[in-house]
């Protein structure tokens, strides 16, 4: 049997093929430069655009002296394109390239290690796929295990069984470091083949454990808070195809390993097709919910990884997704029409030890989803909110804004795209809209540090900077192509 867990996925095909013949390469130095349903449920609506709490006094800029190279301390914002992997410093100077592997779909923050010193990472190479770690801020790069053997005619068939092994080891996030030291790395790959199993490795002794073994793909390996389990889902892809290949289309079932001896442990398999995991809720338990053609997204439940023993959470149902925020663990969804279990139209906010979720909208949203840097809940196309939900962010432009950041000091920013044309636009507290820049965006990201530097990278590959209070553009450089993901790294 084989275990994993992961989110619905667009496989691209032609993605392995295309990086084949891709190398590790040398990183440069850490110091070089490569270029400048209704109920009574519901509480008060929040009026639209206006926080609960006091606006917070602008702040005073922070004068910084200008960076002379590279920090190699840190820290980093860290980009994942389509080039390889890239650093900057927090004010986005000095971009600087690590890493030449191409890592599409694959999850930034599960790949980098609890220190912050190094990213595990799959990624294409002239015999196949690869597990790579890649030390940062220097970029030294080694490959610790070949996963998959897959040529360039494997892939001319996009149904034979190597390229449905690569579309489970490309297509999710399929790394993940033990909590707290980062001793062990829980990885899929089919060392063994023929198909994806669960494998770990040691980072000390360089031992690699294979942890199970079966007929399904192993997908999405995560640690439970205490490093004592692993919990993931098996999945396949089985004919009929059709036109598209459009993720797995078979959910196997879920397991969880327990480190102490390697027993197996039957998890509880969420109705539907879909894995449906939410977070780990604490040592032992994580959520998970079934998918409803019907009623959406029904039965939120609470499951013991210990026994695999789930117990009903929450009675609501929702509209497709539900995230949490890893501040207060409340849970943000969206209700909507034609369930008898849902709490109505709208967004709704249940914190941690309440029964009946808070209204906080009365218009219902089609993603919701946590933003780690801006530290707020996004409820696509209608507003940002705090953990709390004492602060709403409303867009410049109603369904026509994208890629929104929070910083710090409670500074918006936001693509506009009208008439196929986009642009920047931010705000700070007390003052109105302001449009910075024209152009196609595909990240925002404030500093970490001081919070009043925005870090723009454009479809192009360009990398601007623009900082508080006349936030004009700088060109800080070129990350040589399309920018799929943008962290904080401490």
């Known amino acids: 049997m084989k275990n994993t867990w992961v989110p619905i996925l667009l496989i691209f095909t032609l993605s392995i093929s295309c990086n084949l013949l891709s190398t590790t390469g040398t990183p440069p130095s850490a110091g070089e430069s490569t270029a400048e349903e209704t109920s009574s449920a519901t509480i008060d609506v929040i009026p639209s655009g206006i926080p609960l709490s006091p606006t917070p006094e602008t702040p005073t800029p922070v004068i910084t002296p200008a960076p002379t190279g590279f920090n190699p301390a840190g820290p980093y914002v860290l980009f994942s394109a389509e080039t390889g992997i890239w650093i900057t ?10 890493s030449d592997l191409v890592v599409g779909l694959n999850d930034l923050r599960q790949a980098l290690s609890p220190d912050g010193s190094q990213l595990a990472l799959v990624s294409a190479d002239e015999t196949g796929l690869g597990l790579y770690l890649v030390g940062i801020p220097a970029g030294e790069t080694i490959k610790i295990v070949h996963l998959l053997d897959l040529t360039s005619e494997d892939m001319m068939d996009a149904t034979s069984p190597r390229s449905i092994t690569s579309y489970a080891l490309t297509g999710y996030s399929n790394v993940s470091w033990q909590p707290d030291d980062g001793r062990l790395l829980a990885f899929s790959g089919a060392v063994n083949g023929p198909t994806s199993d669960l494998y770990l490795y040691d980072s000390q002794t360089g031992d690699i454990t294979q942890l199970t073994d079966g007929p399904s793909q192993a997908i999405s390996p995560s640690w439970s808070p205490d490093g004592k389990y692993i919990l993931h889902y098996g999945v396949s892809w089985v004919p009929p195809f059709g036109g598209a290949i459009l993720g797995y289309n078979r959910f196997d079932g879920a397991w969880a390993v327990r480190m102490s001896d390697g027993k197996l442990i039957n998890q509880p398999k969420p109705k539907g097709y879909h894995v ?10 994580y959520m998970i919910f079934d998918s409803d053609d019907t009623c959406y997204s029904v039965n939120l439940r609470n499951v013991e990884v210990t026994t695999g023993k789930a117990e009903p959470f929450m009675a609501w ?19 909507a029409e034609g369930c008898a279990s849902s709490p109505g139209v709208g967004i709704f906010l249940l914190p941690a030890g309440q029964t009946e979720p808070t209204l906080l ?13 801006s530290g707020v809940f996004q409820a ?18 109603y369904d026509k804004s994208y890629q929104p950041a929070i910083s710090k000091n409670g500074f918006q920013a936001w693509e506009v795209i009208e008439n196929q044309q986009g642009r920047v636009e931010v705000m700070v507290p007390g ?14 990201i404030w500093d970490p540090t001081n919070g009043d530097t925005l870090l723009i990278s ?33």
């Open 89 to 98: 410093n927090p004010d986005g100077s000095f971009p600087t390239q690590i």
């Open 276 to 285: 449906n995991f939410v977070e780990w809720q604490d040592d032992s338990h």
């Open 317 to 335: 149902s929702f509209y497709y997704e539900i995230a949490q925020s890893p501040e207060n663990k409340a849970l943000l969804f969206s209700g």
């Open 361 to 373: 909208s009365d218009k219902k949203a089609y993603e919701v989803r946590w933003l780690p840097e």
């Open 380 to 397: 696509y196309p209608e507003a940002l909110f705090s953990s709390d939900g004492s602060m709403r962010y409303d867009p410049p432009v």
């Open 431 to 444: 003052s109105d809209w302001h449009a910075i820049m024209n152009g196609l965006v595909d990240e925002l």
């Open 458 to 490: 454009l479809e192009d590959g360009s990398l601007y900077a623009a900082s508080y209070p006349d936030f004009t553009p700088r060109l800080m450089g070129d990350l040589g192509g399309r920018v799929n993901q943008a962290i904080w790294l401490p």
